[in-house]
């Protein structure tokens, strides 16, 4: 082990003590109002691993020089954050969730329950399966986008924020293994262990569709008397990111298609970001030329987002020393709950990397570590890729804006009991 292995785990583990407290700066921000900014910066849960990958490039400067510092971190990959950052854009925009709410709404009003319940449990069980088409980041900006103004809002109880939250969180980190491509921790060694999409949906997806299922039903059940009553009171509020009231031109279905149009290049190119980021600037011109039909893009929330796992890279660059010995001396079962519980520290595609770096890791072992990490998922921010950007977009529903990550993690637990036992017994 060298010096700066070992500096390196104590900023990860630094970073990781940020994440719990992000919350006890919000409320240092109000009682020290002098300092109210810079408490607030570090209390932005999207900024905790960007700050502290810049404080390991400073002690590697120190320890090593500056030249080996500069090395580290350019060769470090960031096509993962660059592709979450553009797809949250597009996927929010205006023409791309109008019409996803068209067609849920018009679904959800054919169905026996109320509307507002099944639009609830569509964006907790539906739109996170499609995770398996449109990649995961991208189902969790629309799942988030069209929960925020039904379920994360002002009258409904704190508790029950925190357990869709986990449910959310949860689902969308199973519902992309329908797939070989749209699920990051899959995405890491669907190539090295010759994981197709057949094989995916056969040993995971059916497996996760049911998990998901039964964790949106459970919750839309707790959910369905506040869901009433808030109707009852009052109508819920526009969409975070824009609805499709918010401006008064309909948009035009050319200008629906063309938007569709570039989320499906982005979700095809999203191993090529020299491509999916000119195709970005193209639909940046194109929002600009046809502004009527559009509402602010959530150009900050997806560069918080793009910056939060860009630290998460250089940081968990550094803690394959510790992790991958783990990884390779546990048993099959052991594997499994130890990939739970890892994933909770660290993200879940950096854990199944290092076991596709094994040698002779057996059939068995590999469902195992996937199914582990995969399972958890939704226990932190940091576990899955996409969980800070759904935590971007529905902060703002919660007390002080802020999601607590004890909160997250208690609210995650059943659907993550869920989830496993689907692996497990399945």
Do not use: C
Request: hydrophobic residues 55%; aromatic residues 10%; glycine residues 10%.
């Amino acid at each position: 082990m060298q010096t700066i292995q070992l500096v390196g785990a104590v900023v990860f583990g630094l970073a990781l003590l940020h994440t719990f407290a992000a919350k006890s700066f919000e409320v240092l921000s109000r009682r020290y109002p002098r300092h109210a900014g810079l408490f607030h910066l570090l209390g932005e849960v999207e900024v905790v691993f960007g700050f502290w990958a810049f404080i390991l490039i400073a002690a590697m400067a120190l320890l090593n020089g500056a030249d080996e510092a500069i090395a580290y971190a350019e060769t470090r990959h960031y096509t993962e954050p660059l592709f979450v950052f553009t797809v949250m854009v597009v996927a929010a925009s205006r023409p791309v969730l109008d019409i996803v709410q068209r067609v849920l709404g018009a679904l959800a009003r054919r169905l026996p329950v109320r509307t507002e319940l099944a639009l609830a449990w569509f964006g907790l069980a539906l739109v996170p399966l499609t995770g398996s088409l449109i990649t995961e980041p991208a189902a969790m900006t629309l799942a988030a986008l069209m929960l925020a103004p039904l379920v994360f809002r002002d009258g409904m109880p704190e508790w029950l924020k925190y357990g869709a939250l986990g449910v959310l969180f949860v689902n969308v980190s199973i519902g992309g293994t329908l797939t070989s491509y749209a699920a990051p921790p899959v995405l890491m060694v669907a190539a090295t262990w010759q994981w197709d999409s057949v094989y995916m949906a056969t040993h995971f997806g059916w497996k996760a569709a049911l998990a998901v299922g039964v964790n949106a039903t459970v919750v839309g059940f707790l959910l369905r008397p506040h869901l009433r009553a808030l109707a009852e009171r009052e109508p819920a509020p526009a969409p975070a990111g824009g609805a499709a009231g918010d401006v008064a031109a309909p948009v035009p279905l050319p200008v629906t298609l063309i938007h569709l149009g570039f989320l499906a290049g982005v979700v095809i190119l999203s191993h090529h970001p020299v491509l999916f980021l000119g195709l970005f600037m193209l639909f940046l011109g194109f929002t600009s030329a046809y502004q009527r039909y559009q509402n602010p893009l959530i150009i900050k929330e997806g560069l918080l987002v793009g910056f939060f796992l860009a630290g998460l890279v250089v940081l968990g660059g550094m803690q394959q020393w510790w992790l991958q010995p783990i990884v390779a001396s546990l048993s099959p079962v052991a594997l499994f709950f130890g990939a739970l519980g890892l994933t909770a520290i660290t993200d879940n595609a950096a854990l199944t990397y290092l076991g596709s770096l094994i040698q002779g890791i057996s059939a068995q072992s590999q469902y195992m570590l996937m199914a582990g990490a995969v399972a958890g998922g939704g226990l932190t921010v940091i576990a899955n890729a996409p969980n800070p950007a759904g935590a971007s977009l529905l902060r703002r529903g919660f007390n002080d804006e802020s999601i607590g990550a004890v909160g997250l993690l208690l609210g995650a637990l059943a659907p993550t009991i869920v989830a496993a036992a689907a692996f497990l017994l399945l």
